[in-house]
């Protein structure tokens, strides 16, 4: 079975700091890794995705991940945050079928 | 732009009640997904369906149906609704085909909170 794992329930950042949000991956065969983020009260958003190449993935709104395999993580990081990138973010892996598997999630909370 | 609408942002139901959730989607996407979303536990998926009349159960499919008559169109039933059914619940669809199962993201609807009295 695939999975993957936040192990952070929040993270708390300063504005202008740099911001990382932990996930780790159990999967068999290549895996496929998302981003998504969801603002209150709405729906969740695509941010980016790791399929193959490059370890190093860009996405929407500055963020970008960092793929590793020797260590079975995906770390979602921006340089410097914003008040307004406090959200909920989830990572989550794709088996064949297309079916994706969700984190629990990580609450981020950048302050002034 | 991907649309998936899900027709009620707010609903409260009784118990005991059958209760429908519907969705939406406009881009012809084969994959669509139901998930519940409950604090600390995530999104878990409930069913999954990767074409028409055809569904798969998820991890907590316990209490609920689906159906697919429709490409576009993906419903969620409780056949009798419970207080632990109260949730937030998310749909979601996806391209399909091939080696594209695996590569492409989901397009998530507004959510419905549904709230069993």
């Known amino acids: 079975a695939q999975s993957v794992a936040q192990p952070e329930d929040q993270v708390n950042v300063a504005e202008g700091n740099p911001l990382t949000v932990k996930c780790t991956y159990s999967v068999s065969g290549n895996p496929y890794l998302f981003w998504y983020v969801q603002y209150p009260n709405r729906g969740l958003q695509f941010l980016l995705k790791?399929?193959?190449?490059?370890?190093l993935v860009k996405g929407s709104y500055g963020f970008e991940a960092e793929f590793n395999k020797s260590q079975t993580s995906f770390h979602l990081k921006k340089p410097s945050a914003l008040v307004s990138d406090s959200a909920l973010y989830f990572c989550a892996v794709t088996d064949s079928w297309g079916k994706l598997q969700f984190g629990a999630g990580t609450q981020v909370v950048v302050t002034p | 732009d991907v649309k998936v609408t899900q027709s009620s942002r707010y609903l409260v139901k009784r118990t005991g009640e059958k209760v429908f959730l519907e969705c939406v989607q406009d881009?012809?996407?084969?994959?669509m997904f139901w998930y519940r979303q409950d604090p600390g536990l995530g999104l878990r998926l409930i069913y999954f369906?990767?074409?028409?009349?055809?569904?798969e159960k998820g991890d907590i499919p316990e209490g609920y149906s689906v159906s697919r008559e429709k490409k576009e169109r993906f419903s969620l039933i409780l056949e009798s609704a419970s207080t632990n059914q109260t949730s937030m619940y998310l749909c979601a669809s996806s391209l399909s085909g091939g080696l594209a199962k695996m590569n492409t993201e989901a397009f998530f609807g507004q959510g419905t909170r549904l709230t069993v009295v």
């Open positions: 369906s990767y074409d028409v009349k055809m569904k």
């Open positions: 790791y399929i193959t190449g490059d370890n």
């Open positions: 881009m012809d996407h084969e994959n």
